[in-house]
């Protein structure tokens, strides 16, 4: 069973910065996509970055320029550094990782951890 935990979400001023860790477990991590959502209060969850197994990189255009992600297969760990933090970057972040296996394809979740920005 596959297991992500997040941490690393708090409330922060605008303008400030966090990093957000994932650890997973269960997964043969360097064969695993993994990404970032979001979830903001009334809103549907949206991605924000993605991070493939052979490290291609992509972002939402409302983060690209402030946020990082970047992944450790050593300690199978996926980090967002969010920099120039903004009010509407507030919401639960969620950490999301994809696996194909013999054409069936794998999707779990993490628990989710709350990013407050106020102005």
């Known amino acids: 069973q596959v297991q992500l935990v997040e941490s690393g979400g708090d409330l922060v001023q605008a303008g400030g910065s966090l990093n957000l860790s994932c650890v997973a477990s269960?997964?043969?991590?360097?064969?695993?996509?993994m990404a970032w959502h979001r979830q903001a209060p009334g809103k549907q969850r949206e991605l924000v970055a993605r991070i493939s197994s052979g490290g291609s990189i992509s972002y939402s255009e409302s983060v690209k320029g402030r946020f990082v992600i970047s992944r450790d297969n050593f300690v199978a760990s996926v980090y967002l550094q969010m920099n120039s933090l903004k009010p509407e970057d507030t919401g639960v972040y969620y950490c999301?990782?994809?696996?194909?296996?013999?054409?069936?394809?794998?999707?779990?979740w993490g628990q989710g951890t709350q990013v407050t920005v106020s102005s």
């Open positions: 269960g997964t043969l991590f360097r064969r695993t996509d």
């Open positions: 999301n990782s994809e696996r194909e296996i013999y054409g069936n394809h794998y999707t779990y």
